[in-house]
């Protein structure tokens, strides 16, 4: 019902900024959950932002990328945003963008998600 198509990743210094892209399709509803996962090898996935789409526009983010992090929508264009700035090697990871459609959850209930991109990559070097 829902497909989501990654774009953005690469490599960066630390302290350097990228800009994640995730392109949802839509199959007759109005309001969704959008979010950034990630997960780095040999750890398990940890959820970075999320955001309500058509709906209050509500934020919430991982304690890692607080304050670092910003998650963005453009709805007439069915895409949410994620800007990383003060990049850290921390931050290496396969980034996932994510999807729910239960309008009436919290889209910080991080386990409700069960659409997912194919993944893009992000790598912070020195």
């Known amino acids: 019902q829902v497909q989501l198509v990654e774009s953005g990743g690469g490599s960066v210094q630390i302290e350097g900024s990228l800009r994640l892209s995730c392109t949802a399709s839509r199959t007759n509803f109005t309001r969704t959950c959008m979010g950034w996962f990630r997960q780095a090898p040999g750890k398990e996935r940890e959820a970075v932002a999320s955001?309500?789409?058509?709906?209050?526009?509500?934020?919430y983010y991982g304690d890692s990328v607080k304050g670092r992090f910003t998650i963005a929508q453009d709805y007439a264009a069915n895409t949410v945003y994620l800007q990383m700035n003060s990049l850290k090697p921390e931050d290496t990871a396969v980034y996932y963008c994510?999807?729910?459609?239960?309008?009436?959850?919290?889209?910080?209930?991080?386990?409700?998600?069960?659409?997912w991109g194919q993944g893009t990559q992000v790598t912070v070097s020195s």
């Open positions: 994510a999807a729910h459609l239960r309008f009436w959850a919290s889209c910080g209930n991080w386990a409700d998600y069960d659409y």
């Open positions: 955001i309500s789409v058509g709906g209050n526009n509500r934020t």
